[in-house]
């Protein structure tokens, strides 16, 4: 024989969803600044005092009364070089001063606080409620 089974009627079901959000810490690089190093050429005026020697000839004329000599008579000539010092400068460069650029890189341990929700779901018997649901014990507030 055959007996018909009992039909249940389907009620419209209502989904909540529980959810957890997970933390991830990491880093990233920004820009914080830096440094720009120039190079120029200065003029800085700069003076010395030297000491300069300077040679003149000198003409004198004596008056002399003797007999003359054949050496008094001959002809020649006699050249008397007059010389002085000029300054001269003389620039030399060196390098004086070593400037170097670069960077250092050092590490720290920061500490980041922050809070993670996430959703709870509660399940409450009231009254006429399906026995089969196993209700959670929440607590009191």
């Given at each position: 024989?055959?007996?018909?089974?009992?039909?249940?009627?389907?009620?419209?079901?209502?989904?909540?969803?529980?959810?957890?959000?997970?933390?991830w810490v990491g880093k990233r690089e920004v820009h914080t600044g830096g440094v720009r190093v120039y190079s120029r050429v200065t003029?800085?005026?700069?003076?010395?005092?030297?000491?300069?020697?300077?040679?003149?000839?000198?003409?004198?004329?004596?008056?002399?009364?003797?007999?003359?000599?054949?050496?008094?008579?001959?002809?020649?000539?006699?050249?008397?070089?007059?010389?002085?010092?000029?300054?001269?400068?003389?620039?030399?460069?060196?390098?004086?001063?070593?400037?170097?650029?670069?960077?250092?890189?050092?590490?720290?341990?920061?500490?980041?606080?922050?809070?993670?929700?996430?959703?709870?779901?509660?399940?409450?018997?009231?009254?006429?409620?399906?026995?089969?649901?196993?209700?959670?014990?929440?607590?009191?507030?």
């Amino acid at each position: 024989m055959h007996r018909p089974t009992p039909q249940t009627k389907s009620r419209p079901s209502v989904k909540l969803f529980r959810s957890s959000r997970k933390r991830w810490v990491g880093k990233r690089e920004v820009h914080t600044g830096g440094v720009r190093v120039y190079s120029r050429v200065t003029e800085t005026p700069v003076s010395e005092s030297v000491n300069l020697r300077e040679e003149r000839a000198t003409i004198e004329r004596r008056a002399v009364n003797r007999p003359a000599t054949a050496a008094d008579l001959r002809e020649g000539s006699v050249e008397i070089r007059e010389t002085q010092e000029q300054p001269v400068v003389a620039k030399t460069a060196r390098v004086v001063e070593e400037v170097v650029v670069g960077k250092e890189a050092s590490t720290r341990t920061e500490t980041v606080n922050d809070t993670v929700r996430s959703t709870e779901v509660d399940v409450e018997r009231t009254e006429g409620a399906d026995p089969a649901v196993n209700p959670v014990n929440k607590p009191p507030l």
